[in-house]
């Protein structure tokens, strides 16, 4: 469905500063990560055939695709179908595991790799969306882009999470991360991009360390 608001407009001066967070954290970011992206790179290609880094078409902004990188945690070639079923499940209020801590994520996927497993749990797969922030299609902070064909489960009122760049790192992923349902999930990145300001971005940021350092949700 496409955003009420997808017309070209001017940036304002909150967006002129958030863009300018983005571009510094991502480059002070990047440099002493380069040692990591390294190692991560290598441990995959050991792991299982296939490239490294994948590309997925995921939703931007005003419901603009693009394409978002990130270290590939599944087999080559994995079946998409199994998601797919995931994501269904999850709307029609099914969960998808018995962990308490993810109840809505697919703890027993076998189209993930053993370095993959480590790569969720420690966030590190999303390492190369600072990459999409650098190119303006992502922020540090705020919803997670959406796959394509999650928005068939939308409501109307869902796509006002898209008046602003999808981010790395978000309210849901402080507050919730997999122990909840998609649609409060919705619930929390409508209210993060009805809201937003710079210094919810630095709260968000700075919690976003102990919340992965915790480990909660992450599978």
């Not at 490294?52 to 419901?63: L, P």
């Not at 693009?66 to 945690?73: G, H």
């Not at 029609?92 to 697919?106: F, G, H, I, M, V």
Request: with cysteine; aromatic share 8%; proline share 7%.
């Amino acid at each position: 469905m496409p955003s009420h608001d997808a017309t070209r407009r001017k940036a304002t001066p909150r967006e002129f500063g958030k863009r300018a967070l983005d571009v510094a954290i991502s480059v002070i970011a990047i440099v002493p990560l380069a040692l990591v992206f390294i190692v991560v790179w290598i441990a995959i290609h050991l792991d299982s055939p296939g490239p490294a880094v994948f590309r997925q078409r995921r939703i931007g902004r005003d419901e603009k695709p693009f394409d978002c990188f990130k270290f590939r945690t599944l087999h080559h070639n994995a079946d998409e179908n199994v998601h797919r079923e995931a994501i269904r499940r999850a709307w029609a209020k099914e969960l998808l595991s018995n962990d308490p801590a993810a109840p809505y994520k697919l703890t027993d996927d076998p189209r993930v790799t053993r370095v993959g497993r480590w790569l969720r749990r420690t966030s590190l797969d999303e390492l190369p969306q600072f990459l999409n922030v650098l190119r303006g299609e992502m922020s540090i902070v705020g919803p997670r882009p959406a796959i394509p064909y999650e928005l068939e489960y939308f409501r109307d009122w869902h796509h006002k999470r898209h008046i602003v760049k999808p981010g790395i790192t978000g309210l849901c992923q402080v507050r919730g991360r997999g122990r909840v349902s998609p649609e409060v999930m919705l619930e929390m990145d409508v209210e993060y991009a009805m809201n937003w300001t710079l210094l919810t971005d630095l709260k968000l940021i700075a919690l976003t360390f102990p919340a992965v350092l915790r480990g909660h949700g992450a599978r």
